[in-house]
């Protein structure tokens, strides 16, 4: 009697487990989780660190485009930005990252839908955290919601359109 | 000490250990502790989120670092936000908030004047700002049926680089637990 008890506890943990794998597996492959890690990726590849190589901020500046539509739009009104073009989104990218001397950044309250009538086109809300350190010395702590669209371009999603959000009109 | 004490004492030693951490009947002590976990994901995971205060744009009321907790069925119902409020305003969630005072109710216009705040015509008493030593100025603005005017205590700052203005309410998350005195 014990023996068979053991046998169907060993069975419901390794139902159990393969129930949670095949979860995780079928997670990772979705177009949600693919949005986020890229979404991850994006923020992991602005960041600066101290003393950083030259050589890898020219990388940084190549990747940064690639994770951008061709006609790719941002706009943040509180800072006059209107940029159009894959260019030259990455090259106002690298600028902001020459003025720090460090940048860190952190991605919070990730939210993603996929367009039900066009599953090639995603939709994103996120606050990103700031923490950075400027040329001149001075420390800051920022957070920004911003509204992004996605658009699946060559299977890849890239970031289509980015708005910032202001809840204080 | 003989041979039958010096063999019983690791074996009691190891069972008053036990008794000490899982009780008299562990499988109760392990429920407990379930239980307890699930209470407390629930209370500081919906009801009382925990906060921590970065930044200075509420000096002297919160300094940085400071620790509270967000109520967030203080607006439930008909509860409505109550001038003098501190209240959290989410972000894209409730992971980053901002944390700022109510001057404005709904229907009422507000402007800045020399650092002071004017609602309808009438200066505001505001005995949580200490000093002003910027003269903030706005134009008057009227607030929609279900928009606050929010803004930090500290008025010594870069009025450009305050965050403040109208919020509508469904961005309210709750209302800060320790309130401060003048609040």
């Known amino acids: 009697m014990i023996m068979r008890r053991q046998y169907l506890l060993g069975a419901v943990g390794l139902v159990v487990a393969l129930v949670l794998v095949a979860g995780w597996l079928y997670r990772r492959g979705t177009s949600e989780h693919r949005i986020?890690?890229?979404?991850?990726?994006?923020?992991?590849?602005?960041?600066?660190?101290?003393?950083?190589?030259?050589?890898?901020?020219?990388?940084?500046?190549?990747?940064?485009?690639?994770?951008?539509?061709?006609?790719?739009?941002?706009?943040?009104?509180?800072?006059?930005?209107?940029?159009?073009?894959?260019?030259?989104?990455?090259?106002?990218?690298?600028?902001?990252?020459?003025?720090?001397?460090?940048?860190?950044?952190?991605?919070?309250?990730?939210?993603?839908?996929?367009?039900?009538?066009?599953?090639?086109?995603?939709?994103?809300?996120?606050?990103?955290?700031a923490r950075g350190r400027l040329a001149d010395g001075h420390s800051y702590t920022d957070a920004h919601e911003f509204r992004l669209a996605l658009r699946l371009d060559d299977g890849q999603w890239r970031v289509d359109e980015v708005e910032r959000v202001t809840g204080f009109e | 000490m003989d041979a039958r004490e010096a063999h019983d004492s690791p074996c009691r030693l190891r069972k008053r250990l036990v008794r000490l951490i899982f009780g008299r009947r562990p499988a109760w002590a392990m429920l407990r502790s379930v239980v307890l976990a699930l209470v407390a994901a629930a209370v500081f995971g919906r009801l009382l989120l925990p906060v921590r205060v970065r930044g200075d744009s509420m000096l002297p009321t919160y300094r940085s670092g400071r620790f509270n907790l967000v109520y967030t069925r203080a607006y439930a119902g008909r509860r409505t936000p109550r001038r003098g409020d501190i209240v959290a305003v989410r972000l894209a969630g409730p992971s980053v908030m901002y944390v700022k005072r109510v001057i404005g109710l709904p229907g009422e216009t507000v402007a800045f004047d020399a650092g002071r705040v004017r609602i309808g015509g009438q200066w505001l008493d505001e005995p949580y700002v200490r000093t002003r030593r910027r003269p903030w100025q706005s134009e008057p603005v009227t607030l929609e049926a279900d928009q606050y005017f929010l803004v930090g205590d500290n008025r010594d700052t870069d009025q450009a680089a305050h965050v403040m203005g109208r919020v509508r309410r469904e961005r309210l998350v709750g209302r800060l637990v320790f309130q401060a005195k003048g609040g």
């Open chain 1, 36 to 129: 986020r890690s890229g979404l991850t990726a994006l923020a992991r590849l602005a960041e600066k660190t101290d003393g950083e190589n030259p050589l890898h901020s020219a990388q940084v500046m190549r990747h940064l485009g690639n994770a951008f539509t061709e006609d790719a739009r941002v706009r943040v009104p509180a800072y006059q930005l209107d940029l159009r073009g894959r260019r030259p989104i990455a090259e106002t990218m690298a600028q902001i990252r020459m003025m720090h001397h460090a940048l860190d950044l952190a991605l919070r309250d990730v939210s993603v839908v996929i367009d039900p009538t066009d599953r090639r086109q995603a939709a994103a809300t996120l606050t990103v955290l």
